[in-house]
């Protein structure tokens, strides 16, 4: 009886692992995803904007200007942003992750 309920036990955790991992998977690409939206929305909206001239931008960067204030490292790092997120996509859909 013991045996048994510990092959069972086996059996269950086997098939509840990969179910498991798939999962945490998901969740993951899907956060990430969202992310990326996200942050390609704020730099379509700063582009917009300022073209558009919503938002002031006197220094002719798309960029309006009072985000530049405090979040200009934003924009500066916005290769490096792009590069991780699609890197952490890339992972993602891999299941590395
Ligand atoms: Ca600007």
Known sequence: MKLFFLSYTKIFITY?????????NTDFLVTIIFITILVIFIYWYAG?????????????????????????????????????LGLAIGYGLSGII
């Open 16 to 24: 509840l692992k990969p179910i498991k991992s798939i999962n945490m």
């Open 48 to 84: 917009y904007s300022t073209r558009t001239g919503k938002l002031e931008d006197a220094n002719k960067n798309y960029i309006p200007d009072s985000w530049e204030e405090n979040f200009s490292w934003f924009f500066s790092l916005k290769g490096l942003i792009m590069f991780v």
